[in-house]
């Protein structure tokens, strides 16, 4: 079942169906296939498309682990708003008299390791004429945004069911994975037209109470969310990502020029929480990069036109799970990593801010015009970028950690190549509406050396500059450019 328009998830859906979000490198929808395909060796795999449906077509298309041959079944815009209900009736010509048939709604997340049990239930079980997942709720918001089931976990007798039930009354809820007989599609399409429309889960209670045979469920264990709008969407990331904690890599890239005072140090305390340092190297004159080499990091020593520039290619080259950014002076630590790694199992980054009172340490270089021109920049972001609700006070805070997935997406967006890059990546981040989240970091002292930016007021001056001009740049340049578009149209036209 993917064939809604998705509107509880816009703006997101207006780029692609909630089916197609990417779950461990592979669309939601297919990873729903190949799970259903796996546990039911299914001979024909049925798949309801409406909205933006060439998306659906061309990922299961190029699926070749998929046995069931595929066929499409698309539900006309006016029929879309009939849901489930229209989505059920559509299949009543597939479908032989008596017939079982599995389905599965195509945007939730299913862990995986209930499909197999789920599969030789059905088959099992001595005779039904509706069958659904069922599974036991942690918070009331999982029972509420579901349905209420009414189960016996000793018969296997669902008694009755509820959409959007008001009060807790069942510890189960149900899920959106159904195996029944093709009388409950014929039951959908009797009802599609009426005056008064029922929903698919009242159906169920119908069938109860028509004597036709019973309405039964299996009670699943393993993760589960059905994603219904953005939260979802890091619920189900959290998830997946909670179980594989202990097997993402960590890459810490850290930009230096002429440090050789205070890299080895810095080097030496992030190797301990980091697959590999990488150190870029703009040719420092002073021996840094073979200072850091000593230490134990990864050096890759070349000309670099910035410190955006090296922060790039350094992101460039790791192939690790989490990306982390940090300075090659010692103003941030790795013990303050733990709570930023925290933060980043349900978002896609997490930048850091110093500019917190309690949290500038003494002889840190944060003057009050550069703290509080950092609080002002970082207000236009959030105000400029309002719909993404994101909230800034620091835009050119380096120490930030942030998905290889995510960073991606952006990598080709970015063209900054000095201290404007801190700012260029938040947009970015926010420009393809990723989750970005700032918190509060300890700001140290510099351990020796001086800041290649900010060690003068014209310094300073000169890279604040340089952030808005980018700031303001990205944020316009698109609206210019449809602008400067439309006037052609208009020029041509005339």
């Given at each position: 079942?993917?064939a ?14 909630k089916?197609?979000?990417?779950v ?10 190949l799970?259903?395909?796996r546990?039911?060796d299914?001979d024909?795999?049925?798949v ?10 061309q ?6 682990s998929?046995?069931?041959k ?21 299949v009543v ?11 599965v ?16 239930f059905?088959?099992?079980y ?12 942690g ?9 209420s089931?009414?189960f016996?976990a ?5 008694k ?8 807790i009354?069942s ?25 008064e429309?029922?929903?698919?889960i ?13 309405v ?9 969310v ?10 189900m990331?959290?998830?997946i990502?909670?179980?594989?904690w202990?097997d993402?890599?960590i ?21 301990p ?5 990488i ?7 002073d021996?840094?990069a ?26 460039d080259?790791s192939?690790?799970d989490i ?12 013990e ?5 790694l ?14 917190y ?9 944060m003057?009050?015009l ?31 950690c ?6 991606q997406k952006?990598?080709?967006s970015l ?11 938040i ?6 509406w990723q989750?970005?989240i ?10 020796m050396?001086?800041?290649k ?9 000169r ?9 303001l ?7 210019f ?8 149209l208009w020029?041509k036209?005339?």
């Amino acid at each position: 079942m993917a064939a809604g328009r998705g509107t509880r998830f816009l703006p997101y859906s207006k780029a692609i169906p909630k089916t197609m979000l990417a779950v461990d490198g592979e669309p939601l929808i297919v990873r729903n296939a190949l799970l259903l395909d796996r546990a039911f060796d299914l001979d024909i795999l049925y798949v309801l498309v409406g909205h933006k449906s060439e998306l659906l077509r061309q990922a299961l298309s190029q699926v070749k682990s998929l046995k069931a041959k595929i066929e499409f079944i698309v539900i006309p815009d006016e029929q879309i708003s009939g849901g489930l209900l229209a989505g059920f009736a559509a299949v009543v010509p597939y479908l032989e008299k008596e017939e079982l048939f599995v389905a599965v709604l195509g945007d939730e997340y299913y862990g995986g390791q209930d499909h197999q049990a789920f599969a030789g239930f059905v088959q099992s079980y001595p005779d039904f004429y509706v069958c659904c997942g069922v599974k036991k709720y942690g918070f009331p918001d999982e029972y509420f945004n579901n349905y209420s089931v009414d189960f016996d976990a000793n018969t296997k007798i669902i008694k009755q069911v509820q959409e959007k039930p008001a009060s807790i009354t069942s510890p189960y809820f149900g899920l959106g994975i159904i195996c029944a007989k093709r009388r409950l599609a014929e039951l959908a399409q009797e009802h599609i037209n009426l005056p008064e429309r029922t929903n698919l889960i009242n159906l169920f209670n119908i069938i109860a109470g028509q004597g036709a045979g019973p309405v039964v469920g299996y009670e699943f264990y393993d993760s589960y969310v059905n994603i219904n709008n953005r939260s979802d969407v890091y619920k189900m990331k959290r998830s997946i990502r909670q179980k594989r904690w202990k097997d993402f890599k960590i890459d810490v890239i850290i930009p230096a020029w002429n440090e050789v005072e205070s890299i080895a140090y810095v080097v030496k305390d992030f190797l301990p929480v980091a697959h590999q340092v990488i150190v870029m190297d703009n040719h420092s004159a002073d021996g840094t990069a073979q200072a850091a080499r000593a230490a134990g990091a990864k050096v890759y020593s070349e000309p670099l036109s910035g410190y955006g520039d090296a922060i790039k290619k350094g992101l460039d080259r790791s192939n690790a799970d989490i990306l982390v950014v940090a300075e090659a002076d010692g103003t941030f630590r790795a013990e303050d990593l733990e709570k930023m790694l925290q933060y980043i199992k349900n978002a896609d980054a997490v930048i850091g801010t110093r500019t917190y009172w309690q949290y500038i340490e003494y002889g840190a270089n944060m003057p009050f015009l550069q703290r509080m021109s950092n609080i002002v920049f970082g207000g236009i972001i959030t105000l400029l970028w309002w719909n993404r609700k994101s909230r800034f006070t620091d835009v050119g805070c380096t120490f930030r950690c942030l998905w290889r997935e995510s960073y991606q997406k952006i990598s080709d967006s970015l063209i900054g190549s000095g201290p404007e890059f801190s700012p260029e990546m938040i947009i970015e981040l926010l420009n393809s509406w990723q989750r970005v989240i700032e918190v509060p970091v300890p700001y140290h002292a510099r351990i020796m050396g001086k800041s290649k930016f900010s060690n003068s007021f014209f310094a300073s001056a000169r890279t604040a500059l340089k952030m808005l001009r980018l700031i303001l740049f990205k944020r316009y340049n698109s609206w210019f450019n449809n602008l400067v578009a439309l006037k052609g149209l208009w020029l041509k036209k005339d």
